[in-house]
């Protein structure tokens, strides 16, 4: 991903300058999210602690599905771009999502004896943290665009 870091007062905000390669990323992690929820249920009929992640690879699929289609918005411009507080709960909702699910599977995996369960858990949360990843860089592109569209106060 391309960012800039611009340091200000010892913290550097990283921000995306090509929002439409965040959108095909957020793309890609949604149609594979569809792609192993489907998975997942196909075999929770007879591995049942599959049933959760299943679920949360299906949540994941929406919350990269309308992180994509926000990125889309805010790379077309400044008019149609969505409010950086969208950017921050959709990459809050990812992040959640993938961590929730990790220990849902995790900890239904150990209890049902399944493998499955847990590289299930495993592999939602890696999925939802690259989704995460790419919300939180729009959130910082949203953020730094929102504050240079504000009146500067006069002197």
Same mark, same amino acid.
């Given at each position: 991903?391309?960012?800039q870091?611009?340091?200000?007062?010892?913290?550097?905000?990283?921000?995306?300058?090509?929002?439409?390669?965040?959108?095909?990323v957020?793309?890609?992690?949604?149609?594979?999210? +569809?792609?192993?929820?489907?998975a997942? !249920?196909?075999?929770a009929?007879?591995?049942?602690?599959l049933? $959760?992640p299943?679920?949360a690879?299906?949540?994941?699929?929406?919350? $990269?599905?309308? !992180?994509?289609?926000?990125?889309r918005?805010?790379?077309?411009?400044p008019?149609?771009?969505?409010?950086?507080?969208?950017?921050?709960?959709?990459?809050?909702?990812a992040?959640?999502?993938?961590?929730?699910?990790?220990? +849902?599977?995790?900890?239904?995996?150990?209890?049902?004896?399944? *493998?499955?369960?847990?590289?299930? $858990?495993i592999?939602?949360?890696? +999925?939802?943290?690259? *989704?995460?990843?790419?919300?939180?860089?729009?959130? $910082?592109?949203?953020?730094?665009?929102a504050s240079?569209?504000?009146?500067?106060?006069?002197?």
């Amino acid at each position: 991903m391309t960012h800039q870091g611009n340091e200000r007062n010892g913290v550097t905000d990283f921000r995306t300058r090509r929002p439409a390669v965040n959108a095909a990323v957020c793309w890609v992690a949604a149609v594979a999210s +569809l792609v192993l929820a489907a998975a997942w !249920i196909w075999v929770a009929t007879t591995e049942p602690p599959l049933s $959760g992640p299943a679920v949360a690879h299906l949540a994941l699929a929406a919350i $990269g599905a309308a !992180i994509a289609v926000a990125a889309r918005r805010f790379a077309v411009g400044p008019t149609t771009a969505p409010r950086p507080r969208t950017f921050q709960a959709l990459t809050i909702a990812a992040f959640l999502t993938g961590f929730a699910d990790a220990a +849902l599977g995790i900890v239904s995996g150990a209890v049902g004896s399944s *493998v499955r369960a847990i590289a299930a $858990g495993i592999i939602v949360f890696v +999925l939802g943290a690259g *989704v995460a990843l790419q919300g939180a860089l729009l959130y $910082g592109a949203a953020a730094g665009r929102a504050s240079a569209q504000q009146p500067r106060p006069r002197a």
